[in-house]
């Protein structure tokens, strides 16, 4: 049933333009006389049916799209009262076909010409495009004044919190300057500004002499006091920074620099070429570990890859071919490993259309994927949201219905070995930006991936 109303779709509505609302009661398989309710019970029958998400193997968008509008129109129609008068049911029965003189039931013509059919459907298509664009236009305008007020919101209860904190700052620095004053004052030779000073009401009774001569006692301990502490804090940081660097570096040679798992059988077409140890590994005379160790090589060695043979390898490095382990050995160059952070085994490739990041909200986007190799769509905001990704696989086709609203820019990455440790391609990797910007909002929209 399904190929059978996209083959109708094809030959009745040819180049994506809808021929008359008749057209879309035919498509959502009622009579011209059905109730809304009967309207909306056929168009919920066929949407599950049709659903993209529900239709991973074949591409049902476009006919998906079609039931959409054929729904809208129909429904307008049904609001409005409009009643379609170019067709009536017809049954052949004995009365009808036999009997020249008899009642026939189909007695309605329309007087209207093709060319006057054909403007009024053209004129009809015209105002719902219209209508289409001008609530798409509103909906933009109120999402820029919600915008709008909110950026002014957040203005003013900026521009308030820097007040306050400035007047507080400000109180701070005053009473900071005052007390500077009142511990230095002692210290001067000229005791006669000393005396001259502010005393406050609880030491009216205190002798200013003595303790005139005990406070610079005091201040002055307590800054040596200070000064050996932090002194002492500084060099045992020191000391332990370096035993630290130091017990990193010894046990990095023994332990190895990617907590991913080692799969047997993972991309083997990668597994032949320049290579590179993970932690001290020894070579090999032959694929067991009970063999003669020709050597051993430390962590981050380069070496030439040749053949692999189960969880084997055979390798050539600084001239001696043996055997290696392959769980030890990672892909690529050391050099590369260590610039792009992809360091250790790769792990599994993520599933199609899994999510790299988070992402909560109710815009829809259809991806039409035409990419032979494997891809990730990555959406930058204009917004400040956190950035977030949806992997992809070649020539697969997914629809994404939590895209949050607000503007972007999609990042589009190729190509092959997915290294989860560095969320990125390890070969063949190519970026570029293919939309720039781009708005979600309620409508749903569809982007197109070719080579």
């Not at 170019?86 to 020249?100: A, G, I, L, R, V």
């Not at 045992?236 to 035993?243: D, E, K, Q, R, S």
């Not at 382990?325 to 490739?349: D, R």
């Not at 720039?436 to 080579?451: R, Y």
């Amino acid at each position: 049933m399904r190929y059978c109303l996209y083959f109708f779709l094809s030959i009745m509505v040819p180049n994506q333009h809808r021929m008359s609302l008749l057209d879309d009661y035919q498509l959502l398989e009622i009579p011209t006389n059905a109730t809304e309710q009967e309207a909306k019970v056929a168009f919920r029958k066929l949407a599950r049916r049709y659903h993209p998400d529900k239709n991973p193997n074949h591409d049902t968008t476009e006919v998906f799209q079609r039931l959409q509008a054929a729904y809208e129109n129909v429904q307008g129609a049904i609001r409005l009262g409009d009643q379609v008068v170019d067709w009536q049911p017809f049954t052949f029965t004995q009365e009808n076909t036999h009997s020249s003189g008899a009642k026939n039931r189909y007695q309605h013509f329309s007087s209207a010409s093709d060319k006057q059919q054909a403007a009024f459907v053209k004129e009809r298509q015209r105002a719902y495009e219209e209508m289409k664009r001008n609530n798409a236009q509103h909906e933009k305008t109120r999402e820029e004044a919600i915008k709008s007020a909110r950026n002014a919101l957040n203005e003013k209860r900026v521009k308030a919190l820097y007040e306050k904190a400035f007047k507080a700052s400000a109180g701070s620095q005053q009473d900071s300057s005052f007390d500077s004053q009142r511990h230095t004052e002692p210290f001067e030779p000229d005791h006669a500004t000393a005396t001259t000073s502010s005393i406050p009401p609880y030491q009216t009774f205190v002798d200013q002499s003595d303790q005139n001569q005990r406070t610079p006692f005091r201040l002055n301990a307590a800054k040596a006091a200070f000064r050996v502490t932090t002194y002492l804090a500084c060099f045992a940081a020191g000391v332990y920074a370096t035993l630290h660097w130091q017990s990193s570096t010894n046990s990095a040679q023994t332990q190895p620099l990617s907590s991913i798992p080692y799969i047997s059988g993972l991309y083997p077409q990668y597994r032949v070429g320049a290579a590179y140890t993970l932690n001290i590994t020894n070579l090999y005379a032959e694929p067991d570990t009970q063999s003669t160790s020709l050597q051993t090589m430390p962590a981050l060695s380069e070496l030439e890859s040749i053949q692999l043979q189960g969880d084997w390898l055979t390798v050539r490095y600084q001239g001696i071919n043996g055997w290696v382990q392959a769980k030890y050995i990672g892909y690529g160059t050391a050099n590369q490993a260590q610039k792009t952070g992809c360091i250790g085994q790769p792990g599994l490739a993520p599933k199609h259309g899994a999510l790299l990041g988070d992402a909560q909200g109710n815009s829809r986007l259809r991806i039409l994927n035409q990419l032979p190799q494997h891809s990730k769509l990555t959406f930058e905001s204009y917004d400040g949201r956190a950035p977030f990704s949806i992997y992809l696989y070649a020539k697969q086709a997914y629809a994404a219905n939590y895209i949050p609203r607000g503007n972007y820019r999609l990042v589009l990455e190729t190509g092959s070995l997915y290294h989860q440790a560095c969320n990125q391609f390890l070969f063949n990797d190519t970026t570029q930006v293919i939309l720039d910007p781009v708005d979600f909002a309620s409508t749903e929209q569809t982007l197109t991936l070719t080579p």
